[in-house]
Structures are given as structure tokens and as C-alpha cells.
T-cell receptor, first 113, second 113 residues
């Protein structure tokens, strides 16, 4: 068990809808990362937060947004969902903003119908 | 742009049959190379971090090595429980002090009795 908690485990929704994925980092970790894993593309970096502030941005769509709250949990919001957004969404956490190991949760499987 | 290429895509071994997985990379300012193991429906599980060419790390039947252009994950006398997808990732510095891991698409290993 990595100590990173993600909820929900599964989410099924329709195109055009909006969903929120939640992540609680390991105790003591200040940085949170979001990754998307689809069958054909592997793990793709979306965004990183450190102690509430955005630190790095990957190929995150404008329809997606994230934030990290004062208690360090993070939420990833996905809106105007499309069929192609169906994927596994992983959250990871680390102690420091750079140069440290990322520990991953078990993901949220999103299915858009 | 940082790139990670893993080979082979899939590997089938008999129990006890040793082999190596390859990870080739191009990155500007490598801060670390990571190996993760991922089981179906789970998040990546951290195995090793390598920081400089010539470095080696071992854990049970696994040994990771690093050169300036590639890394190898050697599996000695594998067992069926070693079956998983092995992911390689490179960490580079990001403007603003962030942290970005770029992953390869993985090698799916199956070890049979």
C-alpha cells in the first residue's frame, strides 16, 4: 500500500458531463501529481501541485482543472467529457517538489459513454 | 522533448529463465531514472531510482543499471509472481522548480511455470 488514496475507484458517466476525482497524498507529502493512463498512450503527466501551488503543467486539456487544498488533498475536475477521456487517472505524491520519488495511488477508472 | 522507449513491448519467460528489459531515453538534464512495476488494475509501484551512469541497484531478483543513454532491468531466475508490466521513467527539471516524470509505455512480462 503506497499510502496514496484515490476516490472513487470507478466512475461511469455520459458525454458532456462533469466529474471530480479526489486524491489524498501520503502522510507528510506536500506535492501531488495527476497522470492519465490510456491503452494506447501510457502514462501522461497532467499537472503537479506543491503545498497548494501549481508547479508544473503537462498536456492537460483546458476542459480539465485541478487544485490542491490547505489540507493537501487534491481534486481533478473533468468537464464537457468526451468518449476519448475514458482512461485511468492516477494521483501520485512526493515529499518535495522535485528530485524525489513519486508514490502512486491505485487510480480512478473513468468510463464515458 | 523528453522521450523514453522501452523494449520489448512484451516478454514471455519460463520460470528460472533470466532476461533483461531495455529502456532508452533522451532527456535534457536528467535528474533521475525510475523503474516501476504495475500490476493489472493497480497503480505503479516504485522499484528503483538511478541517478548517474554506472550506478546499479538490486532488489531480490531484480537489478537495474544505467548508462548515459539507456537503462536495463535484469531479472534473474524469475518466478510467476514477477509477472507484471515494468515501467521506466525519466525525471527532468522543470522551470519553476517542478518535477516531471516522462514514462515509457512499458514491458509486459509474463513468467510461466
Amino acid at each position: 500500500d503506497s499510502g496514496v488514496t484515490q476516490t472513487p475507484k470507478h466512475l461511469i458517466t455520459a458525454t458532456g458531463q462533469r466529474v471530480t476525482l479526489r486524491c489524498s497524498p501520503r502522510s507528510g507529502d506536500l506535492s501531488v501529481y495527476w497522470y492519465q493512463q490510456s491503452l494506447d498512450q501510457g502514462l501522461q503527466f497532467l499537472i503537479q501541485y506543491y503545498n497548494g501551488e501549481e508547479r508544473a503543467k503537462g498536456n492537460i486539456l483546458e476542459r480539465f482543472s485541478a487544485q490542491q487544498f490547505p489540507d493537501l488533498h487534491s481534486e481533478l475536475n473533468l468537464s464537457s467529457l468526451e468518449l476519448g477521456d475514458s482512461a485511468l487517472y492516477f494521483c501520485a505524491s512526493s515529499e518535495a517538489p522535485s528530485g524525489t520519488t513519486l508514490h502512486f495511488g491505485n487510480g480512478t477508472r473513468l468510463t464515458v459513454t | 522533448e523528453d522521450q523514453v522507449t522501452q523494449s520489448p513491448e512484451a516478454l514471455r519467460l519460463q520460470e528460472g529463465e533470466s532476461s533483461s528489459l531495455n529502456c532508452s531515453y533522451t532527456v535534457s538534464g536528467l535528474r533521475g531514472l525510475f523503474w516501476y512495476r504495475q500490476d493489472p488494475g493497480k497503480g505503479p509501484e516504485f522499484l528503483f531510482t538511478l541517478y548517474s551512469a554506472g550506478e546499479e541497484k538490486e532488489k531480490e531478483r531484480l537489478k537495474a543499471t544505467l548508462t548515459k543513454k539507456e537503462s536495463f532491468l535484469h531479472i534473474t531466475a524469475p518466478k510467476p509472481e514477477d509477472s507484471a508490466t515494468y515501467l521506466c521513467a525519466v525525471q527532468a527539471g522543470v522551470t519553476g522548480g517542478g518535477n516531471k516524470l516522462t514514462f515509457g509505455t512499458g514491458t509486459q512480462l509474463k513468467v510461466e511455470l
